[in-house]
């Protein structure tokens, strides 16, 4: 078998070859974190007011599908026990272990684009990576659980690399064990399988290449590492009791959900979500997407390289697909592919035009090209990465979502309660359970499953209603239906929540606060003495203290 041509810069001296990746990679992750650092007390949202209130649970001795039930595996709810548990049950401390998982992740795609194209390509690619997932179009200042998955996805990838090239069968199991976290952290990684299993089945391209027998054992080694996590999250849950409720939440129901929507939908969708996603960005997507050129006409590097970029791209967007909701946070999951295609896509111009031109001033204009690129895009979002007070861009990309106002009503329900006083929001702001630190009256922490038009709906209402009853909490926070990010009500929407609500609160709940919510600004009125307040603006939510 023929070498494997690495592609590196052109000759600048063997001192600085060595050094001066790491020196660039070094500023790419100082850079990136300084643009994190500003942004650490950006208002959470749903997911992360989810993610980050399941982690008050668990660190509560609580546990996921019993006391608050989603459709999603356990694994971030962990990583944010995690996360709050060491730094302080704080939004900037879910957005520090941000920070950090996104420094991991980069360093990553560096060292995993370095190993197949090179230097030039290597820095590219880090740089890209932290680049778009900063993107306030891809909600990059949120912990979504799509940055996990890259992050233990390129993990695994680069320790599975390394490993089918020495053998090395505990890497391989690392390795395994890794992209086994990635589908815990959200079922679609399960794709990021793809290229892991490339890597073993595809011949090396040196003499160390491994017989066809030694790569199904290796393939064995990967697959045993795979279904460890697999393995030891349904020993726990089973221990837990709480099997039957995760079977239901994340494999019946969660085939409900994402069979939901048309292809026809699903299509639009994709259009209308990937134009919120470039925005401000688009040079730097594009230079990805050409970077599949790379395998059509770069015939220097090693058929596998070449092989791996498609099959790293499409297992990205593989899981990008499922559900064909196409939300914005969901094409994280596809950066570490774009970030890779667009390193290997400059080093190929950078060799091309070096043997072409044979002139040493043009030796780097392909990487200054991108560079132009990465400022045009630093200055087209340069409020957002340095000067904006983070609530002011948390209504800006989000306008009436409450996002803000949950920080406040959390601390308004914290300072009139108990520290084991239950309280019920009815809509979708799990983020308020979060700030407030109360555990909540039903494990319905959304709305939005009951509001679908399926077999479970009008059970799910019941069941939350029954719990609400039967828990008598000492608040509510009532979230109008007008604002309908927290519901998502259509005319086939189940009523019985809602009918049910009228008939039980208003005997037993007064009225305290009113927050009226505008594109600029909320209003906080205190209506607690009594008398009628008619809301002038349409998006409202309502505080409710139980009667003594």
């Known amino acids: 078998m023929s070498k494997q041509t690495v592609i590196s810069a052109p000759a600048m001296g063997s001192r600085w070859q060595v050094y001066l990746p790491w020196i ?32 008050q649970l668990i660190l509560d001795g609580g546990m996921p599908y019993r006391d608050a039930y989603n459709l999603k595996f356990p694994g971030v709810y962990y990583m944010y026990a995690i996360f709050i548990g060491i730094f ?45 997932s900063l993107s306030p179009g891809l909600y990059g200042f949120a912990a979504h659980a799509t940055h996990f998955v890259s992050v233990f996805a390129v993990s695994g990838l680069l320790l599975i690399d390394i490993a089918s090239r020495r053998g090395n069968y505990f890497l391989l199991i690392a390795g395994g064990f890794l992209i086994g976290l990635c589908v815990l952290m959200k079922q679609s990684g399960i794709f990021y399988l793809l290229p892991a299993f490339f890597l073993i089945g595809s011949p090396q391209d040196d003499a160390s290449g491994q017989a066809p027998s030694n790569r199904w054992k290796q393939a064995v080694w990967v697959s045993g590492g795979f279904i460890l996590p697999m393995l030891a999250m349904l020993i726990y849950l089973a221990a837990a009791g709480v099997l039957e409720k995760f079977w239901f939440w994340t494999v019946t129901y969660a085939f409900e959900y994402g069979s939901r929507i048309a292809f026809a939908q699903g299509t639009e969708n994709l259009f209308r979500n990937s134009d919120e996603v470039i925005t401000g ?43 064909l909701y196409f939300r914005p946070h969901y094409f994280v999951s596809l950066l570490p592919g774009i970030a890779i295609l667009s390193g290997a896509g400059i080093a190929y111009l950078t060799r091309l035009i070096t043997e072409k031109m044979k002139m040493a001033a043009t030796n780097y204009s392909a990487v200054m090209i991108y560079s132009g690129f990465v400022l045009l895009s630093v200055l087209m979002n340069g409020n957002y990465f340095f000067s904006e007070d983070p609530i002011i861009l948390c209504r800006e990309v989000y306008h009436e979502n409450p996002f803000p106002e949950a920080m406040e009503i959390g601390k308004y329900i914290s300072a009139r309660t108990n520290p084991d006083a239950k309280i ?40 939350m209603a029954a719990e609400i009853s039967a828990s008598n909490p000492e608040f509510l926070v009532m979230v109008a239906g007008t604002l309908n ?18 008939g039980w ?34 998006y409202y939510i309502l505080i409710l203290k139980r009667n003594s």
């Open 485 to 502: 990010n927290s519901w998502l009500q259509t005319r086939k929407s189940e009523k019985y929540l809602l009918g049910w609500l009228q």
């Open 505 to 538: 609160y208003k005997p037993n709940y007064k009225a305290q606060m009113l927050i009226e919510i505008y594109e600029d600004r909320a209003l906080f009125i205190d209506i607690s003495g009594g008398g009628a307040h008619q809301p002038v603006s349409p």
């Open 424 to 463: 019920a929001v009815i809509g979708s702001e799990p983020e308020i359970y979060f700030y407030a630190r109360r555990r909540a009256a039903s494990g319905h922490i959304y709305t939005y499953a009951m509001m679908e038009s399926h077999e479970y709906a009008l059970i799910m209402q019941k069941e």
């Open 24 to 55: 660039f990679l070094s500023c790419v992750l100082l850079a990136v974190a300084a643009i994190r650092i500003r942004l650490l007390s950006f208002p959470i949202e749903r997911d992360e007011g989810e993610f980050g209130y399941i982690a």
């Open 281 to 323: 960005f688009g040079s730097l997507w594009l230079t990805g997407l050409g970077g599949l050129s790379v395998f059509f006409l770069d015939r220097k590097i090693s058929g596998r390289s070449r092989w791996f970029l498609l099959v790293l791209f499409a297992a990205g967007f593989a899981t990008v697909v499922p559900g």
């Open 88 to 132: 302080g049950q704080t939004v900037e401390a879910i957005h520090l272990g941000l920070l950090i998982v996104n420094a991991w992740t980069i360093t990553a795609i560096f060292l995993l684009s370095r190993a197949h194209f090179g230097n030039i390509a290597a820095v590219i690619s880090a740089l890209s990576y932290g680049l778009l």
